[in-house]
Each structure stands twice: as C-alpha cells, then as structure tokens.
C-alpha cells in the first residue's frame, strides 16, 4: 500500500509538471503572436513598454477586407503615453464642442484619437446617426460621411485598423450619463475604429463601449440637433436616424489640457 502511494504521489507530481509546461508553452505563444501582431521587427527579445507608456495594439484590417469606406492614414505608435490630460475639440458648422480625455483611463484609445486628428481624418465628415429614443446618442466619426445628402453606407466607414475597448463602466449606474463621449464597435471585442458618439441624456446601454472623455462645453449644440429629431432612416436596425438638423465637424484636435 506504501509503495502504491508512493507511485500515485509520482504520478501527480508528473501530471502536475506537465500541465504547467503545457500553460508556459502557451504563454510564450501568445507572446510570439502579440509581437507578430505588432509588427516589431527589432531583434531584441525585451518588448515591454517603458515606464509611463502603454503598450498599444493597433490591428490592420486586411487589404482584402477593406470596404471603401475604409480611409487609411497609416497606424499610431505601439508605444504611447498614459499619463496626462489632454482637451479634445469639436468644431462644427453649430459651433464648439470641448471634451475632457484622461490618458490614464484611455491611452490606446487618445493616441488613436491623436493620431487620426493629426491626419485629418474627421475633417469636413458628418454626424451621420441619432437616437432620441432610449440611449439618446449623437453618434460621428464616419470619414465617408460627407457632402450633400446621405448614403445608405453611412455608418460604416472607419480607419484600417481596430483596436481593444478601454475604460468599460461596468461600475456605473448609469454606465453612459449625459456629456460621456464613448466609442461605437461592432459589439465583437477589439472593434473600436474611429466612430465615436456623444450622450446627451443619461443612456441604459450594455458598458461595451470605450468612455473616452466627458464634454466640458457644447453639450447645448448636441441637445438643439436631437431637439430637432431624426428621419428614422435606422430604425428597423441600430435605432434612430440621420439628424434632421445637419451637423458637420469642420475641424477636430486634441491637445494639452
């Protein structure tokens, strides 16, 4: 009976081993594809962000996958800041909307943010959807959204590459209250691009979306688009419609608060 414990401790011991082989092996996978997927061709083995930086993954959509809604203006850095708070500004044909982004909570998502502003990218585009029903939401970033009248793509336009939500308010009660500006995604995780929305009421939405900044002024340009309504144009799908009154971005920055 002795020499049966014995060998039945053994065998533990072997399995135990074993496993943790198996999960270190794993490990050291996952990180070979991070790596892949961030596309560091340095030779060295050491990857991890300096202190006070994040380590950001910017996931390029595939040429093959690339609708022509999609405008590319390259990838941010991998490594980005997060520290700091920076002001996000909204010019519009109404007038100016400023927002407050705390790079702490959000680093990956201010340096897309950055980096697209830098390029351009939300320039002269349209505030394509709005919902008056429910989540209340004002909803932009569609870089195909622009000129005269809509388009039934309206909504699906972004940059060509994705990245991870950040700073989800699963603590919140209401996750989304008036003045949060939080990213739109498909619903899959790692499907935050470029479009973004504005809540102008407290919103019962599901805490998926990325909190982004929370407006500091202009909220009363926001609340005379949603006062003017909707044309539904969405309603049998996402909710809500094509404002009703027009609302353009002519110009969007972020800088140092």
């Known amino acids: 009976m002795a020499e049966r414990a014995t060998r039945a401790r053994r065998r533990r011991q072997t399995t135990a081993i074993v496993g943790a082989g198996a999960a270190l092996l794993l490990v050291v996978a ?11 061709d340095d030779s060295s083995t050491d990857t991890a962000a300096p202190s006070g930086a994040a380590q950001c993954a910017f996931t390029p959509i595939p040429e093959d996958q690339r609708i022509p809604q999609i405008k590319d203006v390259g990838l941010p850095g991998n490594q980005q800041p997060n520290s700091g708070v920076q002001t996000l500004t909204i010019d519009t044909n109404l007038g100016q909307i400023t927002a407050k982004v705390d790079r702490y909570r959000t680093p990956c998502t201010a340096a897309s943010f950055n980096h697209l502003a830098e390029k351009n990218f939300f320039d002269n585009t ?38 991870m939500e950040e700073n989800l308010p699963t603590d919140k009660r209401p996750p989304y209250p008036e003045g949060v500006i939080a990213m739109a995604n498909s619903g899959q995780p790692g499907s935050t691009g470029s479009q973004f929305f504005i809540v102008y009421g407290d919103s019962p939405l599901d805490p998926n979306y990325t909190v982004l ?8 340009i926001v ?11 969405f309603a049998e799908q996402a909710g809500g419609g094509h404002p009703k009154k027009e609302i353009v971005i002519t110009d969007l920055t972020m800088s140092a608060a």
Do not use: F
């Not at 029903?133 to 590459?161: F, H, M, N």
């Not at 900044?213 to 009363?220: C, E, I, K, L």
């Open 213 to 220: 900044g929370t407006v500091t002024s202009g909220m009363d």
């Open 223 to 233: 609340k005379q688009v949603a006062a003017a309504g909707d044309d539904k144009a």
């Open 126 to 163: 349209k505030c394509h959807r709005l919902v008056t029903e429910g989540i209340k939401v004002l909803q932009c970033g569609d870089p195909s959204a622009t000129g005269k009248g809509w388009r039934e793509t309206d909504g699906t336009g972004g940059p060509s590459y994705r990245l």
């Open 30 to 40: 996952g990180t070979v594809w991070l790596v892949s997927a961030l596309g560091d």
